[in-house]
């Protein structure tokens, strides 16, 4: 016989005592913590141990009794309770059975680290020998079997028990019926037998013996043999509650000698069933007024057995000794009139290697007197006579038996049941959570549900510590609390439920996206071994048959009938198949179900965090039992979002004092229970605090997706989903945390951007009105949950979806202000400076954004007016509201150094001071344009200021080069406008010509200086054709000067060769372009004509011939702007197909046209042309044949030409089609074409 587990003795002095700090452990006592390894073992089997912990204090030598010591009489110190043996020897049993249903979750509690991954197996020592021995037993076994990932957690389960407590109770009705279903129909109970308990006295006694052997002896009655046996029964049945959560039963009231025991039962309240540190933001899980029983771990020492391949996490309670040999021996008794067989070989020696004892001390006697002992090397008891067995075999039979169970017991959560009846070879497994779906419901109490969630709940808790650094261990998360979910009831367990949502929820990271690898190992993130049941939510039952291993004769006969194997999940036909090497092999497939959802869109991520969140918070408000005075809601009746058509100003200053007072705020007063009745300090409260947190980042992450997808109705719908889960966070928070202050101010950062976006994109109102007030029932449940603590309208301000652009902007710059606020408050001042500078950023361009909104505005009063009136009063508002929100976004700039939109202000505010100046246009009595105004004049000096501060602030184009250009073309444009205004309304009446001429060429140089010729960009045909137009105007102003000039001769002379200078750079420049054939002809028909009046002033024949032939070699070059225009009217006239008469005279149709060509122009200086070019020719002609000298060859030869140009010139049908007279043209000019 195997010594009893209960039989506590000192633990193993193994190595050098050395301790590793694992955690503290959860049962009570006074535990010494170990991490020691022997590997022991004949050259056949690899066996290692390491010893977790252990509750004992050093091994102390055993006594040696003397030959003829009669056991049957007491030792003085009996029953009496001891530091060597512990609380388990004060019974005559030494029974450690009360831990016995539940004793592998006591170790998985402890353990928490090995549990899902480094361990096969939990289990007492006293399971894992009797499953080892099936094949050579024909007691029965009876097991409840459970997994949580690869892990088993093996128990004995005594159906005795069970099946007598039913018939007391009631409780297990279901389980009984089950039982004579599957196994016996005649179930009788069957007691143990007088000598059962006499052999367990012995047994006892020498263990006191060995430990003091010289006290007071008496001798043993009947009655005392009776009343041990009646205190076995009773402690035994003490070990069955009626239900997990009922209170200490009645049969643990009378356990009188079990002090120690009912006290740490008491102790095992679950207090705190899972630690994680506070900045993983996990909640800390409390199970209040629960007492779970039989969950402490009560082995004296705790062993991590690896025996071959199989890691093992083993519970014994084996007396050890000091002595002998070796630092650690066992002790055994046994009768000499009873050889050892094999049954009792395996025990010795699994006890032995399980607990790294590498001797074994036998005390032999005959009818309880002492005769010898005997020592054994634990290698050598496979080889002891009449005990002789293969260490091979019992290898094979371990890793067959792990096979079957790992390939047949897949789904987490559920009881299985593993049973072989006594005499049978048939080992049969049992889903009992499957056969308690057949029974009526409410007869279904699983006492092994509560348990088995907690240990999947705090197994995810520990996985989840470690899911940072690795975050394959997502899908196994997810697994173990879905299964865990599963398993409660909500009524019963909210706590735990609403916990186990929250930490689903964290699985789904909103910042980040997972990376290819990460992504892949989230995929096949499930446990190696572990399965879920989407269809199981029944709670489990517990049944099961159990005798004493070993030499006792089981108290089970064969079954009364034919057992029926269709129940059965599985089946081992004969034991004798477990020993066949691999005859088990676990080939099971990891399901879907156990893959993490892994998704690249981030709308659906948050989807599945919101879910969570909404399951945790309905958890949550069914558990707090004071009734909320709120009316009951509907969740299928949405809940409406109002939007608000308001002006800026109006009502909204209220809110806006709200919300910077809600944003300032840093502490809130909560003294009194909530608005839905929680008590601060609560499960409740922490909870809610954790949830409403959770989905507020939730919706700001889909409102922030949303605006990328410029999907601005929804983007605001979600800020507003966000900022009201805030708002009822603040409404139950005590205290409001920096981070939680910074995720508050980014979410006004972006209600801000939002408002922003929806006031620069009016034209789609409609759809963002859609979008803003559609609703999903998750969302409308959980604005339901959020109105259990509070009103939520503290940021609705912020949030109204506004039909005023300006509205918008407003609430935009307050959104700014307010997160401003905050991130500049004392709480957060030395945090976030990256957040505080792009947030300083947000609030020069809101700035910005109102500028030119109000600039904008004043533009569009300006070009309404019908009459130009004096500048109005309302102008005048805007121009100051504009520029006082430039000047206080260029401050915010500067505040961050940011030159680039420093330099966009001033380029704005330019801009702005130019609207100025054409406010202050001059008009006169008749209606037209008066002289160039002193006005005009300061705010075009202005806004030229303005833009070469945004050049300076800049410094060069290397700094940005795209804001660069764009001032460079502002100035530029603003230096032309002025010169053509001092050029085309010329102050004569204030100023004189010469200054005024002066004036213009400065501003019109300075205007070609910012004129980029040379850097290629989509701007330069631009500047290409502001400089050419630069030139044409400065020529025209000398050509007029040079015509109007009188008297002083150097000073005409100046003025042609300027003429002819920008008259020739502008032809160069408009040739250069090809969308400019009008302005090339008009130049060139201007430069042709101040050729003509220079002819005029000359008197010599020779003169005035070469000044002709040089003026038809300009008319000759109009030919490049002839073919544009030809060009231009052949598009035009395949696209409207118009026939060519009609374009010639309906030159209206010229704003019909997509070519861009101005045909009234076209035919205003083909008016010119033709005179022009006929003059030229026939002034030509009579110069060259009334010359006195004789013509050369080369001069008849040009006559002759012009004679034939200028005929055809006037023969020329002046009805002819706009076409027609173009190629005409086109065909005379190449004819003078040398």
Known sequence: ?????????????????????LGAPACTGDYTKHDMTVCLGNGEVKSCAVVKYSAAPPPTTYALLQEKTDLKLPPANWLRENPQLGSAGTTVLGSSSKSKPFSSFGMAYDFIDCIGDDVDVVSDSENIKKLLKIPYSKSHVSMAVHRVGRTLLLDELDTQELLRRSSQTGDWTWLKEIYQRLIDQKWQRKKKSKEHWYQKAILSKFLYYSINGDGAAKPVTEDMIEEDEENGAEEYSSSWPATFTSTLSEAEETDTPKQESGAADSDFALGQVTSVPKEQNLPTLFIEGENIQGLRNNFVRNIMWTFEDIHMLVGSNMPIFGGGRYPAVSLRLRDSNKPINILTGIDYWLDNLMCNVPELVMCFHVNGIVQKYE????EEIPHLENSTFSTRVVKDIAQNILSFLKSNC????????????????????????TLCEEAEEEKCQNPFTLPVAVLLYKVASNLMLKASQNRKHYGKIRTLLLNCVKLLDLEKHPQIIASAYYMLSELFQLDELPDEDGGESLRAGGSEDSYSDEDREEEEGEDDDLTEDGEEIGSYSSCSRPQDDSKAVAVIRSVGELSVPEKYKSTHQIRPSCAFPVSQDKEERCRHVLSYVLKGLKAVDGSIKKESDLPSADPNTPIPLKYEDGGANGASEKGISLLLERAESGQVDQNNPTRSGMIPGSWQHRMKLQLFLKASKAYYILSDAATNLLKYGRALRYIKLSLQCYDAYCSVSEMLHPHVLEFHSQCLSLCGDIQLMLAQNASNRAAYLEEYSYQTIDDQEILHSLHRESSCQDFSMATDLAMDPEYQLFVSSRCYEAAHELLISEVLKDQSSNQLSQLVKRLGNICNEMGVYYMNQAAAMQTEKQVKKSVSAAEQDLWRKSFSLFEKGMKDFETIRDSTNTALLLCNTGRLMRICAQAHCPVSADESRGEFSPDEALYYNKSIDYYLQALRALGSRKSHSAVWDSVNWELSTTYFTLATLLQDYAPLSRKAQEQIEREVTDAMMKSLKYCDLQTESPRQPLYQYRAATIHHRLASMYHSCFRNQVGDEHLRKQHRSLAELHYSKAVSLFLSLKDAPCELLRTLLERVA??????????SSVAKLKSLIGAIEIMSETRYAFQLIHKELLEQQAETEPSAAESAHSPDRASDSTSGLDLQEVLKLIGVFEPSFSFLLLQVIKLMTTTKRKPSNKDEG???????????????????????????YLELLQQLTP
Do not use: C
Not at 375 to 378: C, E, G, N, P
Not at 410 to 433: M, N, R
């Open 410 to 433: 897949t789904k987490e959560g559920h009881t299985y049941w593993l049973f072989k009846a006594s005499g049978s070879d048939i080992v049969k497994l049992y889903d009992l959570t």
């Open 1198 to 1224: 040009m006559l002759k030409n012009y004679k034939i140009v200028y005929s055809k010139l006037l023969r020329a049908e002046k009805d002819a089609p706009l076409v027609s007279r173009v190629e005409l």
């Open 375 to 378: 020592m054994i090397k634990t």
């Open 1 to 21: 016989m195997s010594s009893p587990p209960e039989d506590r003795e000192p633990g193993i002095p193994l190595m050098d005592n050395s301790k590793e700090d």
């Open 1090 to 1099: 101040f050729t003509e009046f220079t002819m005029a002033g000359q008197s």
